[in-house]
């Protein structure tokens, strides 16, 4: 995202939509609808139209949630000042080297690098003692180690960064994933090595490089879950297994997603999910996903979530540069990697904002040989910035007065009135900058109030969900279906039940199913019929028996094409009772409020940015 200059006051922005009385800008819906828009895609009336209808339950989101207070907790507060603190201030970027810049993020795009590092947090204003002190540790710590393992334990016994106990792993990640400085000091570093002390805004830092691979790009996949949540270890492990092994079996794909998965999102895809790479799935899931080839499956794989099943449907390769350009471009500015230094930043300041100082004033308060006569001085004008005038006495308010003023004191008071003034004006002087502000800002409101009002409600609610898939059981159809038990096989437990007859045979398993000690020894589920008769011994009979590899399925009864049951598709279930209270929730949110959209204005929009 581009933070450029314009010339635009809010006074300016043209009124698109109004709720009550709060105004909602086209600039604000467009900087946000652009944010998600290809370049190559036209702006066109009905998909602004219905982008600006989301917009406007967006707004009315964190209208509610402003009105019920959640602005104003101690949490919230610290949380959004903690991300706006981390904001790039659009007034520090400069524009030298760009062209380098960009060419050595392109080249680092081609690059993966997994490591570890151990980080002593250094404040930017620390003392020099404190400063050298943690210089000092690392420097000496790199010469004892030898080994990843070696590094590991130093990283637990002396990091300060959360991935200490982790024995410092950072796992995989490529340009823009890190520091400037500490991506640079990565990639500069050889594979086993450890690199020099670093600085960052953080601290120090030294790094281990365990690996470099050549990026792998992104990957599209899709997959079979079985969350660690919903079972122990074992179990997932265990329910991913079969799946497994069914799919080599020859059952379909898509049968298995729908019937099995977890991941109430996918499942009814095909388990299909995003184009990623790096940083937006698990590293355990990229790490074998990047090693198939296109069609290929994977064996179960564990996540901190739970168990995989993956198969790789697409890879999309690191672009060209041209490509990617405006991509990269942002991302510098993002980055802060093109900053100005801290005296190119206050000079670039003075100009922009015609600072204007007082040269005869300051020559006095240096020369001054009394506090008697530094009082005398406090309503005379230090400087200016845009006419606004800093006198004397502000310099001097909440400080120790002596008589000794150096000039250093003077400049380090007007820088530090210049980036105030700076950051003051910066939302104004940059209106996408204050769009992001805000951004951060509702994002967050919107998350607290969508917890409070829909998501928690639909998780707990199960009276709710019971009643809702009762009303819409006729959107959950199920095909011809087998009754199933599946047992670990053993030699005289297969003999057994193909000896035992119809009811006692049922009663028996249905036993072995409700025993407090089943453990997955016995499995019972409803499996479609084009998936079970996919196994060559299969017969087509009930209650049959028939062994698949180290499993022994036992076939109870033929179930007629109808509905799932709710204990069979409870996830995807909880999915859509969360639409239907957020679909209710947005209708009396509209009741209470007056809306009103001005079309003259939404048509303006489109003809100017076409």
Same mark, same amino acid.
Request: overall charge negative; glycine content about 4%; aromatic content about 10%.
């Given at each position: 995202?581009?933070?450029?200059?314009?010339?635009?006051?809010?006074?300016?922005?043209?009124?698109?939509?109004?709720?009550?009385?709060?105004?909602?800008?086209?600039?604000?819906?467009?900087?946000?609808?652009?944010?998600?828009?290809?370049?190559?895609?036209?702006?066109?009336?009905?998909?602004?139209?219905?982008?600006?209808?989301?917009?406007?339950?967006?707004?009315?989101?964190?209208?509610?949630?402003?009105?019920?207070?959640?602005?104003?907790?101690?949490?919230?507060?610290?949380?959004?000042?903690?991300?706006?603190?981390?904001?790039?201030?659009?007034?520090?970027?400069?524009?030298?080297?760009?062209?380098?810049?960009?060419?050595?993020?392109?080249?680092?795009?081609?690059?993966?690098?997994?490591?570890?590092?151990?980080?002593?947090?250094?404040?930017?204003?620390?003392?020099?003692?404190?400063?050298?002190?943690?210089?000092?540790?690392?420097?000496?710590?790199?010469?004892?180690?030898?080994?990843?393992?070696?590094?590991?334990?130093?990283?637990?016994?002396?990091?300060?960064?959360?991935?200490?106990?982790?024995?410092?792993?950072?796992?995989?990640?490529?340009?823009?994933?890190?520091?400037?400085?500490?991506?640079?000091?990565?990639?500069?570093?050889?594979?086993?090595?450890?690199?020099?002390?670093?600085?960052?805004?953080?601290?120090?830092?030294?790094?281990?490089?365990?690996?470099?691979?050549?990026?792998?790009?992104?990957?599209?996949?899709?997959?079979?879950?079985?969350?660690?949540?919903?079972?122990?270890?074992?179990?997932?492990?265990?329910?991913?297994?079969?799946?497994?092994?069914?799919?080599?079996?020859?059952?379909?794909?898509?049968?298995?997603?729908?019937?099995? !998965?977890?991941?109430?999102?996918? /499942? $009814? @895809?095909?388990?299909? *999910?995003?184009?990623?790479?790096? &940083? =937006?799935?698990?590293?355990?899931?990229?790490?074998?996903?990047?090693?198939?080839?296109?069609?290929?499956?994977?064996?179960?794989?564990?996540?901190?979530?739970?168990?995989?099943?993956?198969?790789?449907?697409?890879?999309?390769?690191?672009?060209?540069?041209?490509?990617?350009?405006?991509?990269?471009?942002?991302?510098?500015?993002?980055?802060?990697?093109?900053?100005?230094?801290?005296?190119?930043?206050?000079?670039?300041?003075?100009?922009?904002?015609?600072?204007?100082?007082?040269?005869?004033?300051?020559?006095?308060?240096?020369?001054?040989? !009394?506090?008697?006569?530094?009082? /005398? $001085? @406090?309503?005379?004008? *230090?400087?200016?910035?845009?006419? &606004? =005038?800093?006198?004397?006495?502000?310099?001097?308010?909440?400080?120790?007065?002596?008589?000794?003023?150096?000039?250093?004191?003077?400049?380090?008071?007007?820088?530090?009135?210049?980036?105030?003034?700076?950051?003051?004006?910066?939302?104004?002087?940059?209106?996408?900058?204050?769009?992001?502000?805000?951004?951060?800002?509702?994002?967050?409101?919107?998350?607290?109030?969508?917890?409070?009002?829909?998501?928690?409600?639909?998780?707990?609610?199960?009276?709710?969900?019971?009643?809702?898939?009762?009303?819409?059981?006729?959107?959950?159809?199920?095909?011809?279906?087998?009754?199933?038990?599946?047992?670990?096989?053993?030699?005289?437990?297969?003999?057994?039940?193909?000896?035992?007859?119809?009811?006692?045979?049922?009663?028996?398993?249905?036993?072995?199913?409700?025993?407090?000690?089943?453990?997955?020894?016995?499995?019972?589920?409803?499996?479609?019929?084009?998936?079970?008769?996919?196994?060559?011994?299969?017969?087509?009979?009930?209650?049959?028996?028939?062994?698949?590899?180290?499993?022994?399925?036992?076939?109870?009864?033929?179930?007629?094409?109808?509905?799932?049951?709710?204990?069979?598709?409870?996830?995807?279930?909880?999915?859509?009772?969360?639409?239907?209270?957020?679909?209710?929730?947005?209708?009396?949110?509209?009741?209470?409020?007056?809306?009103?959209?001005?079309?003259?204005?939404?048509?303006?929009?489109?003809?100017?940015?076409?």
């Amino acid at each position: 995202m581009l933070l450029l200059v314009v010339q635009i006051s809010k006074a300016q922005e043209r009124v698109i939509a109004t709720i009550d009385e709060q105004k909602i800008s086209a600039e604000e819906v467009l900087y946000a609808y652009n944010k998600n828009r290809a370049d190559t895609l036209p702006l066109n009336y009905d998909s602004l139209n219905l982008y600006l209808e989301r917009y406007i339950n967006f707004k009315l989101k964190v209208l509610e949630a402003r009105a019920q207070g959640l602005d104003q907790s101690k949490t919230f507060q610290s949380e959004l000042n903690g991300y706006l603190k981390e904001l790039r201030k659009p007034y520090t970027e400069g524009l030298n080297q760009e062209e380098e810049l960009i060419e050595e993020a392109y080249a680092r795009m081609q690059t993966n690098i997994k490591a570890a590092h151990i980080l002593i947090p250094v404040q930017p204003d620390a003392s020099p003692s404190d400063t050298l002190q943690a210089y000092t540790l690392l420097d000496s710590l790199r010469s004892t180690i030898n080994t990843a393992e070696d590094f590991a334990n130093a990283a637990r016994r002396y990091s300060k960064d959360g991935s200490a106990q982790n024995g410092g792993n950072l796992g995989w990640f490529t340009v823009f994933m890190m520091v400037y400085p500490f991506e640079s000091a990565a990639y500069d570093t050889e594979i086993g090595q450890v690199s020099n002390v670093v600085r960052s805004q953080f601290g120090y830092h030294i790094i281990f490089v365990q690996d470099k691979i050549e990026a792998a790009g992104k990957v599209r996949t899709s997959h079979i879950f079985f969350s660690t949540r919903m079972h122990n270890d074992q179990e997932a492990r265990l329910l991913a297994q079969k799946t497994y092994d069914s799919l080599q079996n020859g059952a379909k794909w898509g049968d298995m997603a729908k019937k099995y !998965s977890e991941d109430a999102q996918t /499942k $009814l @895809k095909g388990g299909a *999910l995003p184009l990623a790479g790096l &940083r =937006q799935l698990p590293d355990e899931y990229l790490e074998v996903a990047f090693k198939l080839s296109v069609g290929e499956i994977s064996t179960p794989a564990k996540t901190p979530f739970g168990w995989h099943v993956i198969r790789l449907d697409a890879v999309q390769p690191v672009p060209e540069l041209p490509i990617i350009l405006r991509n990269i471009q942002e991302q510098i500015k993002r980055s802060g990697r093109n900053e100005l230094t801290d005296k190119a930043l206050i000079d670039k300041l003075k100009k922009d904002y015609n600072y204007q100082s007082e040269s005869q004033v300051k020559e006095l308060i240096i020369q001054a040989n !009394s506090i008697e006569e530094l009082n /005398k $001085l @406090k309503v005379e004008t *230090l400087f200016a910035l845009e006419g &606004r =005038q800093f006198a004397v006495g502000e310099f001097l308010k909440d400080r120790n007065l002596k008589v000794e003023i150096l000039p250093a004191e003077i400049s380090k008071f007007e820088s530090e009135r210049i980036i105030s003034y700076a950051d003051s004006i910066a939302p104004i002087q940059y209106p996408a900058y204050r769009f992001l502000m805000q951004e951060y800002e509702e994002g967050l409101l919107l998350f607290e109030i969508m917890e409070s009002e829909v998501w928690n409600k639909a998780i707990i609610d199960t009276v709710g969900q019971l009643d809702y898939f009762r009303k819409n059981r006729t959107n959950y159809p199920a095909p011809e279906r087998y009754s199933v038990f599946e047992l670990d096989y053993t030699e005289s437990l297969l003999d057994s039940l193909i000896k035992a007859d119809k009811t006692t045979l049922i009663n028996s398993l249905e036993g072995l199913f409700e025993g407090e000690n089943n453990e997955l020894k016995i499995v019972k589920k409803r499996v479609e019929v084009s998936e079970i008769t996919s196994f060559e011994a299969f017969k087509d009979e009930a209650p049959s028996t028939f062994r698949v590899d180290d499993k022994i399925f036992v076939v109870i009864e033929k179930i007629e094409p109808g509905f799932y049951e709710y204990d069979e598709i409870r996830g995807l279930v909880i999915a859509d009772y969360q639409n239907y209270l957020d679909d209710n929730f947005i209708a009396l949110l509209r009741s209470k409020h007056k809306i009103r959209t001005n079309k003259k204005v939404l048509r303006q929009t489109i003809n100017e940015n076409n």
